[in-house]
């Protein structure tokens, strides 16, 4: 049963707002692929690239709003530098993400950025993080821009004869991608080009081992040392 506020929260909703459900009415909207695709290309492939372009696209989103999260959330000592640094990579993020989308659309595909769609269609968790300094937010960021580059380059792999088109877009991601990576990654590289985190395979884990490689150190004063 909805509480009082549920309630009043449904009832300030226009009643529009129930059909945006396409898929509940049929009779006037559809997630089906169009009866065309891109001249040139099979309707085979057409719908192959719009199935690997909807995971780039849901992949795109889920990066963009963990950029914004990590922006909201980091504390301590290099909070402005990281704060600032985020801005540029989420903006560049939500272009790639509109023009996913269009590319989809052009395809003859219905691109989603629907949370619930989302939700039950990506496969992997939330960001692991909520408040927590810069080195720990960096490191997991790190493990996420790794899995969606990845990705991506499986992506470029797979359009490689379906669709250049669609491929040159992803290579121009990509390239963009593994540059606001190496701007993170750079944070926690050290003078011989490891990393703090190295051997992390999950968001906390990074987190945990980044904090602890960059947490100062006690100075201890030897006996007799001369102190100002």
Known sequence: ???KSQSAATKSRPAASKSRN????????????????????TAKDGATVITILQNRLTALIDLSLTLKHIHWNVVGPAFIGVHKMLDPQYAGVQLMVDATAERMATLGGVPSGLPSFIV????WDDYALGRADSQSHLAALDMVYRNVIASHRDAIEKTDK????TQDMLI?????LEEYHWFVRSHLEDYAGGLANAGATNEIDAARSAAVKTRPRTRTRASGSRHN
């Open 162 to 165: 379906a669709d250049p088109v």
């Open 172 to 176: 121009g991601q990509t390239g963009a």
């Open 1 to 3: 049963m909805a509480t």
């Open 120 to 123: 039950e269609t990506r496969t």
């Open 22 to 41: 396409v898929r509940t009415i049929g009779s006037i909207a559809s997630t089906r692929n169009a009866a065309f695709t891109a001249p040139g290309m």
